[in-house]
């Protein structure tokens, strides 16, 4: 089993629509989490952690089950600009294992 | 530009070539890593320093790469012997604590 893994998709939806991505993990001992943004051809970006409390940016909202193991990223109203490849990524502590990214969920916002 | 800056952008190299890539990191930040992106990949993982020191290379693909940071400050990747699947982007992230990580613009290496 892959340490994080995603839905590569691609997803295409209509602007306007909401989209949720899922993600799981198998280390249970895994203490932080992010999703990233990477737009073709370019680095990865940070999106936004996520708190197993739950937390929301803007027209992002991040969720996280460590019962489940499981991440989830929701974006409301979606714009064109939201076309990207969203990577889920978990950080097992300590800084030296570097952080593990999921392959991405690709996702195409049509007009 | 105070973010973190990779040089080459691209390289293209024949097989059994060596190269080597550098990463200047945000000035203040102590942790740099190293990772490799393939193709409908996420980035892998493959080395880490804080300061001078690194602390993780197990990960590294073999012992062809070797990555190196002297003074705790720029750090540079190096793949000896190249072959063909080394073909990816090498991406180098800085960090001053075990969150916020900031990756450059990456290095693209193509070998033929």
């Known amino acids: 089993r892959k340490e994080v893994e995603q839905d590569p998709g691609p997803f295409n939806v209509p602007e306007g629509a909401t989209v949720a991505f899922n993600c799981t993990y198998s280390?249970?001992?895994?203490?932080?989490f992010f999703w990233y943004r990477q737009d073709c051809r370019k680095e990865p970006k940070l999106l936004m952690s996520?708190?197993?409390s739950g937390n929301e940016d803007g027209r992002f909202t991040a969720q996280l089950n460590r019962a489940s193991q499981y991440i989830s990223l929701l974006i409301r109203d979606s714009k064109l600009s939201d076309s990207a490849t969203y990577l889920c990524?978990?950080?097992?502590?300590?800084?030296?294992?570097?952080?593990?990214f999921g392959k991405g969920t690709h996702l195409i916002i049509q007009p | 530009d105070t973010g973190v800056s990779q040089d080459p952008r691209h390289k293209i190299t024949k097989r059994g070539q060596n190269v080597t890539f550098r990463c200047d990191p945000i000035s203040e930040h102590n942790r740099l890593y190293w990772y490799r992106q393939t193709l409908g990949q996420g980035p892998e993982f493959l080395t880490y320093?804080?300061?001078?020191?690194?602390?993780?290379k197990s990960r590294l693909l073999s012992d062809r790469f070797s990555a190196e940071r002297p003074k705790g400050s720029f750090s540079t990747l190096e793949i000896q012997r190249t072959e063909q699947g080394d073909s990816a982007m090498y991406l180098c992230a800085s960090s001053q604590s075990r969150f916020g990580y900031t990756f450059g613009s990456g290095t693209r290496l193509t070998v033929v």
């Open positions: 320093f804080q300061n001078e020191a690194q602390l993780e």
């Open positions: 990524v978990v950080n097992k502590g300590g800084g030296a294992d570097g952080l593990t």
């Open positions: 280390n249970s001992a895994s203490q932080s």
């Open positions: 996520v708190y197993s």
